[in-house]
């Protein structure tokens, strides 16, 4: 997975510009971010060894309007509150800050294949699918 989104990724982090970068999760922490011009990116999770802040990211300790861009890469999925977690990131956020989410899509191969009982106590079915729309929605 971090290999695929580092691809996706790839062009945009050209784009992104501030002076902090804010990657929320164990997966985040592992996607490469050398071609972004933000200069401060910090890691934060629960646990986990490339983790700069060891906190919990539903209760993020940063101050409101602090950070220019964040990165949630499958975060949500797995997240027990993904919609408090969307809007603590929006706290930290700058006004038109970057928002990046991944996640994987439940209108596809995937999603299906999380209609097998044999699959869905296996990695990733056993994760939780949100629509685009829906974390639209929520944002």
């Keep these: 997975y971090r290999e695929a989104i580092d691809r996706q990724l790839k062009p945009w982090l050209g784009k992104l510009y501030g002076f902090h970068l804010l990657k ?29 802040v060891l906190a919990d990211p539903l209760h993020l300790p940063f101050a409101e309007k602090s950070v220019d861009a964040c990165l949630l890469a ?20 700058i006004d038109d800050g970057w928002m990046i989410i991944s996640s994987f899509n439940p209108v596809s191969l995937m999603g299906l294949r999380k209609l097998f009982p044999v699959l869905r106590k296996s990695v990733p079915y056993n994760s939780r699918m949100f629509t685009m729309t829906r974390q639209l929605d929520w944002l």
């Design 24 to 52: 929320v999760g164990n997966l985040s922490a592992e996607i490469n971010t050398e071609a972004c011009a933000i200069s401060h990116q910090v890691n934060i999770s629960l646990e986990g060894s490339p983790m700069q």
């Design 74 to 93: 499958h975060t949500l999925p797995w997240c027990s509150d993904p919609h408090r977690m969307l809007r603590e990131a929006d706290r930290v956020l």
